[in-house]
C-alpha cells in the first residue's frame, strides 16, 4: 500500500486507537481527529464527550500523533438530530447511528479531512472495504468478528465515501485489538465499549426523549379492542418492547403458545391516529410476525439496486441474516419476503441487504405484514 496522509477519527475508545495505530505501523501518515457531535447537556452525567477527549488526547499522545477537536454539533443537529425527532413524532423508531454515520463520520468528517490534505479517512468500525476489479467498484463487507461487525450501520455509504475509507480492525477480532492495545501500552486498552446511541450516551431514554418530544397518553389495548391500561406517549415505545408496559398483571385472552394467562404482554403496534398502542401475550403472537416488508429511501452501495433474487437481510442489528427474496426494486425502495417470519420488524429501522458477507446496502422499513412468500 502506497503511504499516504490519513486522517482517523480518535472517539477516545479502543477501537480507533488501534486503527491509528495500525496506520501508523503501516507507515502512513497518521492524524487524529475527535469529533463533538452533542452538547446540549454536555455537563451531565451521560455525556462523556469531555472524558472521551481526554482519553483520545492520551492516546495522540502515547502514539506521537496531532490530535484536532472539531465540532460538528450544528450540522448533527440539523442533519440527524431533527430527523430522528421527525421520526420519532411520527410513531416510528428510527436508528440514529445509521444517519450519523452517513451525514457526519462520512460526510462532515470526511469533508474536513480532504480539506487537511488527507488522501483517506479511517475509523474503528468493525467492517472491510474491497475494490471488486470485475465491477469496478468498491464493496462495503462484514468485519471478520461476527459478534463485532457494523456494516448494518454503515449501509448507506457511497462509493465515493468508501473510495476514501479504511477500516483497519475490520480485519481483525475484538479479542486481537484488546491484545494490541494492552501489548503498546495504550491508556484505554481496557475502556469498556460504548453503548449508547451515537450522540446521547447510556442515559434513560424516555427522561430524554421527553425534553424534545410532545406526547399525550393513550390507551393500550388488546387484540379484541379492550383497554388494559394507559400508555404515556406512543413516541416511548417500540415494536416488541416488553418491559415499562405497566400491564403485566393484567390476564390474556388466549389464542398463542406461551400466551396464556401470565405470558408477557409485548408492543405489537402503534397507531398514531387514534393515539392507541396495541400489545399482545406471548412472544410469538401472530401480530409479532412479518414475512414480508416494504422500504423506503433506499441506498445501494454499488449506486444501483441488486437484482430480484434471493438474498439475506438484517431487519435489525446483531440479528442473525435471515434468508429473504427481494421482490422488487426501484429508485426509492423494494419490496422483500422471508423464508421465516422475522419477529418485530419495526417502521423506522434499516432493512439491510447481504449477499455472503457483501452488504448491499438498504432502506427504512416502512411497513411490514405477514404474507408469505410463495
Given at each position: 500500500?502506497?503511504?499516504?496522509?490519513?486522517?482517523?477519527?480518535?472517539?477516545?475508545?479502543?477501537d480507533?486507537?488501534?486503527?491509528?495505530?495500525?496506520?501508523?505501523q503501516?507507515?502512513?501518515?497518521?492524524?487524529?481527529?475527535?469529533?463533538?457531535?452533542w452538547?446540549?447537556?454536555d455537563?451531565?452525567?451521560?455525556?462523556?464527550?469531555?472524558?472521551?477527549?481526554?482519553?483520545?488526547?492520551?492516546?495522540?499522545?502515547?502514539?506521537g500523533?496531532?490530535i484536532?477537536?472539531?465540532?460538528?454539533?450544528?450540522?448533527?443537529?440539523?442533519?440527524v438530530?431533527a430527523?430522528?425527532?421527525?421520526?420519532?413524532?411520527?410513531?416510528?423508531?428510527?436508528?440514529?447511528?445509521?444517519?450519523?454515520?452517513?451525514?457526519?463520520?462520512?460526510?462532515?468528517?470526511?469533508?474536513?479531512?480532504?480539506?487537511?490534505g488527507?488522501?483517506?479517512i479511517?475509523?474503528?468500525?468493525?467492517?472491510?472495504?474491497?475494490?471488486?476489479?470485475?465491477?469496478?467498484?468498491?464493496?462495503?463487507?462484514?468485519?471478520?468478528?461476527?459478534?463485532?461487525?457494523?456494516?448494518?450501520?454503515?449501509?448507506?455509504?457511497?462509493?465515493?465515501?468508501?473510495?476514501?475509507t479504511?477500516?483497519?480492525?475490520?480485519?481483525?477480532?475484538?479479542?486481537?485489538?484488546?491484545?494490541?492495545?494492552?501489548?503498546?501500552?495504550?491508556?484505554?486498552a481496557?475502556?469498556?465499549?460504548?453503548?449508547?446511541?451515537?450522540?446521547?450516551?447510556?442515559?434513560?431514554?424516555?427522561?430524554?426523549?421527553?425534553?424534545?418530544?410532545?406526547?399525550?397518553p393513550?390507551?393500550i389495548?388488546?387484540?379484541?379492542?379492550?383497554?388494559?391500561?394507559?400508555?404515556?406517549?406512543?413516541?416511548?415505545y417500540?415494536?416488541?418492547?416488553?418491559?415499562?408496559?405497566?400491564?403485566?398483571?393484567?390476564?390474556?385472552?388466549?389464542?398463542?403458545?406461551?400466551?396464556?394467562?401470565?405470558?408477557p404482554?409485548?408492543?405489537?403496534?402503534?397507531?398514531?391516529?387514534?393515539?392507541?398502542?396495541?400489545?399482545?401475550?406471548?412472544?410469538?403472537h401472530?401480530?409479532?410476525?412479518?414475512?414480508?416488508?416494504q422500504?423506503?429511501?433506499?441506498?445501494?452501495?454499488?449506486?444501483t439496486?441488486?437484482?430480484?433474487?434471493?438474498?439475506?437481510?438484517?431487519?435489525?442489528?446483531?440479528?442473525?441474516?435471515?434468508?429473504?427474496?427481494?421482490e422488487?426494486?426501484?429508485?426509492?425502495?423494494?419490496?422483500?419476503?422471508?423464508?421465516?417470519?422475522?419477529?418485530?420488524?419495526?417502521?423506522?429501522?434499516?432493512?439491510v441487504?447481504?449477499?455472503?458477507?457483501?452488504?448491499?446496502?438498504?432502506?427504512?422499513?416502512?411497513?411490514?405484514?405477514?404474507?408469505?412468500?410463495?
Amino acid at each position: 500500500m502506497n503511504k499516504q496522509r490519513v486522517v482517523v477519527g480518535l472517539s477516545g475508545g479502543v477501537d480507533s486507537a488501534v486503527t491509528a495505530h495500525l496506520l501508523k505501523q503501516q507507515g502512513h501518515e497518521v492524524v487524529g481527529i475527535f469529533m463533538k457531535n452533542w452538547e446540549d447537556d454536555d455537563d451531565s452525567e451521560y455525556c462523556s464527550s469531555n472524558i472521551d477527549f481526554v482519553d483520545a488526547a492520551a492516546v495522540a499522545d502515547v502514539l506521537g500523533i496531532e490530535i484536532e477537536h472539531i465540532n460538528f454539533a450544528a450540522e448533527y443537529r440539523d442533519r440527524v438530530f431533527a430527523e430522528f425527532l421527525r421520526e420519532y413524532q411520527a410513531g416510528r423508531t428510527p436508528n440514529p447511528d445509521v444517519l450519523c454515520n452517513a451525514e457526519i463520520k462520512f460526510k462532515a468528517f470526511l469533508d474536513h479531512a480532504m480539506r487537511l490534505g488527507a488522501e483517506k479517512i479511517a475509523t474503528g468500525h468493525y467492517a472491510r472495504v474491497r475494490w471488486n476489479e470485475a465491477r469496478g467498484s468498491h464493496e462495503l463487507l462484514k468485519g471478520l468478528d461476527p459478534s463485532k461487525d457494523q456494516s448494518y450501520f454503515l449501509h448507506r455509504l457511497t462509493q465515493a465515501q468508501l473510495s476514501k475509507t479504511l477500516f483497519p480492525v475490520g480485519e481483525l477480532h475484538k479479542t486481537q485489538v484488546r491484545h494490541i492495545a494492552d501489548d503498546i501500552g495504550l491508556p484505554n486498552a481496557k475502556k469498556k465499549d460504548s453503548t449508547g446511541i451515537c450522540f446521547i450516551g447510556e442515559r434513560p431514554f424516555r427522561e430524554f426523549l421527553n425534553r424534545y418530544i410532545a406526547h399525550a397518553p393513550g390507551p393500550i389495548k388488546n387484540p379484541k379492542g379492550h383497554t388494559i391500561g394507559e400508555h404515556v406517549g406512543l413516541s416511548f415505545y417500540t415494536l416488541g418492547q416488553r418491559q415499562g408496559l405497566g400491564i403485566g398483571g393484567i390476564k390474556g385472552h388466549g389464542g398463542s403458545r406461551g400466551s396464556g394467562e401470565h405470558a408477557p404482554w409485548f408492543v405489537a403496534r402503534k397507531d398514531v391516529d387514534t393515539n392507541t398502542l396495541w400489545a399482545v401475550q406471548g412472544h410469538d403472537h401472530p401480530w409479532l410476525l412479518s414475512a414480508h416488508l416494504q422500504a423506503t429511501d433506499a441506498s445501494w452501495i454499488a449506486g444501483t439496486a441488486p437484482l430480484p433474487g434471493p438474498l439475506a437481510a438484517k431487519t435489525r442489528y446483531r440479528q442473525t441474516d435471515a434468508m429473504c427474496h427481494l421482490e422488487a426494486s426501484a429508485p426509492d425502495g423494494f419490496a422483500l419476503g422471508f423464508a421465516q417470519a422475522q419477529w418485530a420488524v419495526t417502521p423506522g429501522q434499516s432493512a439491510v441487504l447481504y449477499d455472503g458477507d457483501v452488504c448491499l446496502g438498504g432502506g427504512v422499513i416502512h411497513r411490514a405484514s405477514p404474507s408469505k412468500i410463495n
